[in-house]
């Protein structure tokens, strides 16, 4: 029957097909491909990062990798190579077809492609597990950057509002891909998030009405007492997002979502609320409000009164504690967005950000001049741009000034706001280099609102420039109880980890921000004095190699290099720092004479630092390097000037 033979044909003509893959040496090719492939991705992944290429490069090598792949193997089916070079593959048994010998001498060739291959993507798999068990990685008003820094060059600790490279960049810095804060381990039940609102009205400016919906219900169910409220700054990291409601409230550490919508027309405003269950996604309490767009406060107060009987919370009734709003006292609604738009343009940590923000400040209290919340991110906003972006004397003076003035005039308005008396705290501490005072008014804004994260942490960071590292520890672990995604704390959590000798968990902690905030400036820089302390050399200058910002880099490997062999090169590093730094960094120069035991000249540039007021030095009494010379008769007096006490709980390095 002709459909039998046409049957048989191709059973007998398939074993010649395969044959012919294997005298071609198809499969040898495609394996060879596969494992060349595979090892330059991960060569990439590892090389990049230390010349600031960009993530997408890797991509589209990935993709270029792929789209070679169907071409290596057609090219390996036509053509073969010969020692006359690379001729097209001639038909088997055909007078022109190489003799089998041949063939297997090549093969053999290809084998010992594969083999070597194969055994160098042994050897960098072997190293990755090695550097995963070896670095763990589990890791505002308030807010002022890392006090190891110069004044010009400090860096905000803004969490950027999503992170979707951070497990690619854990793995590029050699951290385990898994660097992101593990959820608590319980959960009260009494806790919430309040995520963003959806703007459903069509207009981009309407977020900000929106946005300023769910932040005044963050601020007002704060008010209630064992009610455990997550911070703007890790809530709003999950707008649209398309996560389960039971991820996020395990990445918040939270039992209970309130989300939901606005929509304004006109005059009239419509919102819907919905609290959820965050782990099964149930909802508990649902309403929709039509109302006049004037009666937005009583609208918020509604919802902040009906998911408190949801969730059986009552207000605080601690002593002294006084419930606080970021409202307008006239119910300027205006005004109140002009709010809203400072808050967000100052979340976006840039020096236009900051300028934007001041501006919108300025304009709402303008438009109701007893805005005392406005006044106090006024002072602190100017207090960011004087202390990070400005270098110019006569500028930052000017801006000093106007942080000063803000301040003051929110403390007039409203004795009893938490966020005036933070931002003078802030200012006491940042720019005044006031200790004293700075707790004082740190401790009158935690006694005002005592659940207020950004309050904690500033207490906390104030109380190490005092020498009490182990309370700034505890004081930023509760802080991220409440603002678990704050990348920027979690790298302060590691270096007062580090002041303790806690290596270990001061790694972990770096290695969560990292996670948070993939790229972000000192990170790299911090993890630098951590292997410096371990003693780490080669890993020192590798993490100070991946250092994003230019200036902390510079920094880095000169101190990284003083605890190496090679001493020409630590003196040129030293030299060239002092050449392009003097004025910025003179704390940091302070530094690298103490790991070089120079006291002489760690004492003198310490003197640099105070007479230009350098905010390093509020990092003195949690410093391993300069702690070294805390014994000299110099150190306490230097200590007696700047204002500090002469007592520390951190470890001085040996």
């Known amino acids: 029957m002709p459909g039998g033979e046409s049957r048989g044909a191709v059973t007998r003509d398939r074993p010649d097909f395969f044959e012919e893959l294997k005298r071609r040496h198809v499969v040898r090719v495609a394996i060879a491909?596969?494992?060349?492939?595979?090892?330059?991705?991960?060569?990439?992944?590892?090389?990049?990062?230390?010349f600031n290429i960009p993530n997408w490069t890797v991509r589209l090598v990935v993709v270029l990798i792929a789209i070679g792949f169907p071409i290596a193997v057609a090219f390996a089916w036509v053509y073969e190579l010969t020692p006359e070079g690379i001729r097209r593959t001639a038909p088997a048994g055909s007078p022109e077809a190489r003799p089998q010998q041949e063939h297997r001498h090549i093969g053999r060739k290809l084998n010992a492609v594969i083999v070597t291959v194969l055994v160098l993507a042994v050897a960098l798999l072997g190293w990755r597990l090695y550097v995963v068990r070896h670095i763990p990685a589990t890791s505002s008003v308030a807010s002022a950057g890392n006090g190891r820094q110069g004044a010009a060059k400090q860096n905000a600790g803004t969490v950027s509002s999503a992170v979707p490279d951070s497990i690619a960049h854990a793995v590029a810095s050699g951290l385990h891909p898994d660097a992101v804060p593990a959820p608590s381990a319980s959960i009260p039940?009494?806790?919430?998030?309040?995520?963003?609102?959806?703007?459903?009205?069509?207009?981009?400016?309407?977020?900000f009405f929106s946005d300023g919906l769910s932040d005044d219900l963050i601020t007002a169910l704060s008010q209630f007492a064992g009610l455990k409220v997550i911070s703007r700054d890790s809530a709003f990291q999950f707008r649209n997002s398309k996560d389960t409601s039971a991820k996020i409230g395990m990445l918040l550490g939270v039992a209970h979502l309130l989300e939901g919508s606005v929509q304004r027309a006109g005059d009239?405003?419509?919102?819907?609320?919905?609290?959820?269950?965050?782990?099964?996604?149930?909802?508990?309490?649902?309403?929709?409000?039509?109302?006049?767009?004037k009666d937005l406060f009583a609208l918020q107060d509604a919802i902040t009164q009906s998911v408190a009987a949801a969730l059986k919370a009552k207000?605080?009734?601690?002593?002294?504690?006084?419930?606080?709003?970021?409202?307008?006292?006239s119910g300027n609604l205006a005004a109140?967005?002009?709010?809203?738009?400072?808050?967000?343009?100052?979340?976006?940590?840039?020096?236009?950000?900051?300028r934007q923000a001041i501006a919108a400040f300025n304009d709402a209290t303008r438009l109701d001049p007893k805005y005392a919340a406005a006044y106090a991110r006024l002072s602190a906003t100017w207090t960011t741009l004087a202390v990070q972006f400005l270098s110019g004397a006569a500028e930052i003076a000017q801006a000093k000034n106007a942080a000063r003035r803000a301040a003051a005039t929110a403390l007039e308005l409203d004795p009893d706001s938490s966020l005036a008396h933070a931002a003078q705290a802030n200012l006491l501490r940042v720019v005044n280099m006031d200790w004293t005072g700075a707790e004082a008014e740190y401790r009158r804004a935690l006694q005002l609102a005592p659940d207020d994260a950004a309050a904690q942490f500033g207490l906390g960071n104030l109380l190490a420039t005092l020498g009490q590292n182990r309370q700034a520890v505890e004081l930023t672990r509760q802080s991220l109880g409440r603002d678990p995604r704050h990348a920027g704390w979690y790298l302060w959590l590691g270096a007062f980890s580090t002041a303790l000798g806690k290596l270990d968990d001061a790694r972990t902690a770096i290695g969560t921000a990292m996670g948070l905030q993939p790229g972000a400036a000192a990170y790299h820089?911090?993890?630098?004095?951590?292997?410096?302390?371990?003693?780490?050399?080669?890993?020192?200058?590798?993490?100070?190699?991946?250092?994003?910002d230019p200036s902390w880099r510079e920094i880095a490997m000169t101190l990284a290099s003083q605890i190496g062999a090679d001493r020409v090169a630590a003196d040129a590093s030293l030299a060239k720092l002092i050449k392009d730094q003097a004025n910025v960094a003179p704390y940091q120069i302070a530094e690298v004479y103490a790991l070089r035991r120079d006291p002489d000249n760690t004492f003198k540039w310490l003197d640099r630092a105070w007479t230009s007021r350098d905010p390093g030095l509020s990092y003195l009494l949690s410093d391993p390097f300069i702690l070294r010379y805390r014994a000299d008769p110099r150190f306490a007096t230097f200590c007696k000037k700047v204002g500090l006490p002469t007592t520390t709980d951190a470890v001085a390095m040996k």
């Open 268 to 293: 009239e405003v419509r919102i819907t609320a919905t609290l959820v269950n965050a782990a099964d996604g149930s909802i508990l309490w649902s309403q929709r409000y039509d109302k006049p767009y």
């Open 336 to 354: 109140y967005i002009a709010y809203q738009h400072g808050m967000a343009y100052a979340a976006l940590g840039t020096e236009s950000g900051v």
């Open 189 to 207: 039940e009494k806790s919430v998030a309040v995520l963003p609102f959806a703007s459903e009205s069509g207009q981009n400016d309407q977020q």
């Open 315 to 329: 207000l605080l009734n601690a002593p002294g504690a006084v419930l606080q709003s970021d409202r307008p006292p």
């Open 33 to 50: 491909y596969a494992l060349a492939g595979w090892l330059l991705v991960q060569v990439a992944t590892q090389v990049f990062p230390f």
């Open 525 to 548: 820089e911090q993890l630098a004095v951590v292997e410096i302390l371990r003693g780490e050399t080669r890993a020192a200058l590798a993490a100070a190699e991946r250092e994003t």
